[in-house]
């Protein structure tokens, strides 16, 4: 998806900038004649902007992009100093507010000697050679040669086709205007985009304490001192910022901004009581409130106050004054925005006043009690607003993909803006890489349900955490569990350390838990990975929604199974969720539209957001197209039919619903002992098989011996498939070609499920001898190969002719062979054992291809071609066992059959080996009985 992306943007970009150049050569020979279209074309930069949720995702696209052809294209990423700053004093900074003020400081002061390295190395080879760096490199590369990451960032932006940042950059007005960006003529994508929604409605919404508003008052009365200071100073320098943003201020409009402060403050805490703690108003409400505000003359002090308090602390560095002016600051930017209009804050505003408790102690207003505050929250609804403005600055296109948007139609409808090109695809993965199961009952009979009547029941809890122990069992490897919310996670975990259940848990595989705290994340997870490697593995628990779920990596061994405790709906009481619902509900009144299975109602929004957070947690086990996993349900209310249709699509057809759980661990015992073995020989024989073939091409092409055949009236599907198996056996070589992708020449000329054959199977001719040359006295020798030549038409189906054989099926060089039919009492001939032999691989291979699915048969096939061209017999054995294993019990003649391809050199090891596979099917059968 990430490769499909940059690559078509990037191959559009090459054009657009090859028009450009022609643009200016035709605009230099036609001087002063250049059409507006010429003049446009010079005029606009032309680049790809890339945005994601977290840094990581964006380091994974940025590596993709590394390894194509496009490689060669100027990249930026952009950061906070949160990441990119370098210099030690200002990380040290307790906010990322006084880094700010810091960092600005040190910059105007030019004290930051980070900073003022920026320009000589500009020109470092590392920029010049285009190498992509993301934030970690530009981090590590910035401490070496001691230049800022940051401000270097800013710089390759300049000149960058591509550019890499958080959505949240994109959606948050404030942001786009601070780091100036231009997004005329741009392509935009939005990777991951499932998130979108919230993010759009954050970034249109705004929060203010009385707190807050206590703060501001302070803030003013500071500003007054300053002020007063800044016009008594001598000797100051008249042109310093400080002295031109003190002596714009008017000071009695600035007492006034404080009067209208002081008045909202008292009535904001009126409005809430112990009897009424919380209350809802469209978002007109704020209008009224900050009325004195809309005023021309008290928005432009209000920018002159901001003016002066950020040129105090750039002066200052680290300061506490200027936070509550900015809080005022803010609401109003966004409540009197040119883009918000009285009708937008009446329909998709809605002002939430509440009593919450006080993250600190500053600012004491007009509460009672120091442990709650007031808090004003102007919140939108329509995620299509946000979008709508981002849409009007002039971007040629906007992208929207993840995994997990389904249902279009409904995301589409919320999003708000047309998407006249849609695309759904299907998964890479086959059946054989994923096993998929919901379990609505566990051990102990008891029905498996984590709705909020059935989370603090005991029993419940119980057979949750017996469930969970069956499963780590048979899973290898790291084992995801995904728990609805924070508070649920904990709570049982509580409960199962107190019952002994998390000792059983821990004896299996040790267990992690998800911290809430981002810092210690990072730790956790490289102690995960590195106990996952190991075949015990490990065990994570972590939330749906969380850090975990939404952007980390377990591909392979780090994830072979993802555990659904519970559909993780948002919190029902939420206020904000409340609102949410209610506004879609009276949306669909206000358009007067009937209620109809496509409309987007607060209901359905409340059960699609339960969905979106599953499908993007059960995301992290399938990375790639080599990957397989299991996908495990344990909540009955994911086998209803709805639930169902919620999925992703691509998991849909592989839903199991198990009312027991023995039956879903015969399965997931199946899955690890056997299929999911085919993900991993499918990337070691492709790695096999593309090695011999670079060694091959290295050398000197080998000749291909001339075959010719008669053209008989055939099925085309069984000559074709029985020839290419022919060829594998003669070791002919077949097109030097490195396979791309792991299904590339498993199936292409092969026919399945055909049944037996009806006519005979042209014969395989010997190539025919070169001609006598002229003027030689002596005939030249030539060595023949032997051949292998498969005659169609038996008597007996090919079942019937490997089950009645006297002894094991005889190898290639004619050991162990039955008896001739013939009933002359002359020894057998040397033709005649070749004619059983080549009866017998063709019964063989009938009897497979009837058998076993069509990615075992690709196996079959590759595996044969690397032993004849290697004979390698450990790499064989390793094919023979995937496919043939679980067939062991049914028709175990599928093993010892074989014996008629394997070299008489390997015989003895090759009974060995059926041996010991007798032996393990037999282990495997009781161990599924005994579940």
Known sequence: KTLSLLCSSLAWLEEAKAKKQLARIQAAQALNQASPDIVDMLTNRYKIIYSSRTHSQLSQAMSELAGTTYRYMKVSILGSRDQLCVNQAVMEAPSSRDKINMCQARVKAKTCVFHQNVEKNKEREEFREGKILDIEDLHKLGRKHQFCPYYMSKEMYQTADVIFLPYNYLLDEKTRKTLDLDLHDSVIIFDEAHNIQKLCEEAASVSITLADIALAIQDIDWISDGVGEQSTTQGFDDKSDLKIAAGEINESEMLAIKGFLLDIETRLAGLVSEQQKHLTRTGTFVTELFAQFKHPNVQHTMDLLMNYVTKKNEDGGISNKGRGLSKVHDLLSTAFNQNVTEDDLEKLYKVHIAKEEKKNDTGKGFLKSRSETVVLNLWCFSPGFSMKNLSKLGARSIILTSGTLSPLSAFQEEIGIPFPVQLENKHIISASQVWCGVVTHGPDGIQLNSSFKCRSDQKYLSSLGQSIINIMRVVPHGVLIFFPSYGLMNSTREFWQGCGLWTKMEAIKPLFLEPQRKEALPTVMREYYAAAKDR?????????????????????????????????????????????????????????????????????????????????????????????????????????????????????????????????????????????????????????????????????????????????????????????????????????????????????????????????????????????????????????????KIVKGLEKSGEDALNNQTSPLANSSGANLPESSSSSSEPVSKTTHSKANEDMARSYVTLLKKTVTTAEFGLFKNGMKLYKQKEDLKELLKTLEIIMLKYMESRPQLLTGFKVFIKKHHITDFDKFCLEAKESAKEITQIMVKD
């Open 536 to 788: 015990k593995g490990a065990g994570f628990l972590a939330v749906c929604r969380g850090k975990v779920a939404e952007g980390l990596d377990f591909a392979d061994d780090n994830g072979r199974a993802c555990i659904i405790t519970g559909l993780p709906y948002p919190p029902f009481k939420d206020p904000r969720v409340e609102l949410k619902r209610q506004f879609l509900d009276d949306e669909l009144k206000r358009q007067k539209k009937g209620v109809t299975q496509q409309s987007m109602t607060g209901t359905k929004w409340y059960g699609l957001e339960a969905f979106r957070a599953t499908n993007q947690a059960i995301g992290r086990v399938i990375r790639h197209s080599r990957d397989h996993g299991a996908i495990v349900f344990l909540d009955n209310r994911f086998s209803e039919q709805n639930a169902r249709q919620n999925m992703s699509s691509w998991l849909q057809p592989f839903f199991q619903k198990h009312d027991q759980i023995g039956n879903a661990i015969k399965g997931l015992a199946g899955f690890f002992k056997t299929d999911s073995m085919v993900g991993k020989q499918r990337e070691e024989i492709i790695a096999a098989q593309t090695a011999l073939i670079n060694k091959n091409n290295a050398n000197k092409k080998r000749k291909r011996v001339d075959v010719r055949l008669d053209t008989a009236s055939t099925s085309t599907t069984e000559e074709i498939s029985l020839q290419n198996l022919a060829e594998i056996y003669k070791g002919e070589e077949v097109e030097n070609k490195a396979p791309k992708t792991i299904y590339e020449g498993l199936s292409e000329a092969i026919g399945f499920n055909v049944g037996p054959p009806k006519n005979k199977l042209n014969e395989f001719r010997r190539p025919f001898p070169p001609a006598p040359m002229v003027g030689r006295t002596s005939k030249p020798k030539i060595v023949v190969k032997k051949r292998l």
